[in-house]
């Protein structure tokens, strides 16, 4: 399967722990995405990177949270002292930019990562 | 700022019935425009687009036209199946990433 990969499926944690969420996109894209998604709503944008470069933060983006693409390949989002209120689907997607032949907007997204906070 | 307005779901149609899924956006100069389409178990994919004023985007027998005067871009099938029983997601492009409506649920039953 080539497509965008994400673990774990599924986390559970107790407040305060740390996880960490890896995203290996697809093996050519330059662009790599991270949102959020609760339920009801629809995909939250967290940051993106330009290959090893992270270019944009969400301004909702706690200090809690950082993430990181050495080598410009894969991607981890790590989440320290959770609250409950980080429950989310996290959803990793990539993309080839324009000038890359990429096609405008089209990203590819993983099946994401389920993180449950108890 | 940018943002997308869905009607909220679920909408419960029978198959073959016609199908709207209305949308509309608010955004600074003249951002491209997509559904995306997540079915039960999988990632968000691409259904289709368009990148300026007065363009169908189409894709599986879906349509959506980028009307600028309205704000809108009202996703559209004539005859829904079944297998289209999904989340769809209505987004603009803003600066380098998409921005998201909140999805609206289709139920098609046979």
């Known amino acids: 399967d080539t497509g965008v990969s994400q673990n774990p499926r599924h986390k559970i944690t107790k407040r305060g722990q740390n996880v960490t969420f890896r995203c290996d996109p697809i093996?050519?894209?330059?662009?790599l995405y991270w949102y959020r998604q609760t339920l009801g709503q629809g995909p939250e944008f967290l940051t993106y990177f330009q290959n090893e470069a992270q270019l944009e933060k969400s301004r909702l983006l706690s200090d809690r949270f950082s993430a990181e693409r050495p080598k410009g390949s894969f991607s981890t989002l790590e989440i320290q002292r959770t609250e409950q209120g980080d429950s989310a689907m996290y959803l990793c997607a990539s993309s080839l930019n324009y000038s890359s032949g990429g096609l405008v907007g089209e990203l590819f997204f993983g099946e994401g990562s389920r993180l449950t906070v108890l | 700022g940018n943002s997308v307005t869905q009607m909220e779901g679920p909408v419960t149609l029978s198959e073959e019935a016609f199908l709207t899924i209305n949308c509309t956006y608010t955004?600074?100069?003249?951002?491209?425009l997509f559904w995306y389409v997540q079915y039960p178990g999988e990632g968000l994919q691409l259904l289709l687009k368009?990148?300026?004023?007065?363009d169908k985007g189409s894709n599986k027998g879906f349509e959506a036209t980028y009307r600028k005067e309205t704000t809108s871009f009202h996703l559209e099938k004539g005859s829904v199946q079944v297998s289209d029983s999904a989340v769809y997601f209505c987004a603009l492009k803003g600066f380098q990433k998409l921005v998201f409506g909140t999805g609206t649920r289709l139920l098609v039953s046979p």
């Open positions: 368009a990148t300026k004023a007065d």
């Open positions: 093996s050519e894209h330059n662009r």
């Open positions: 955004a600074t100069g003249y951002p491209s």
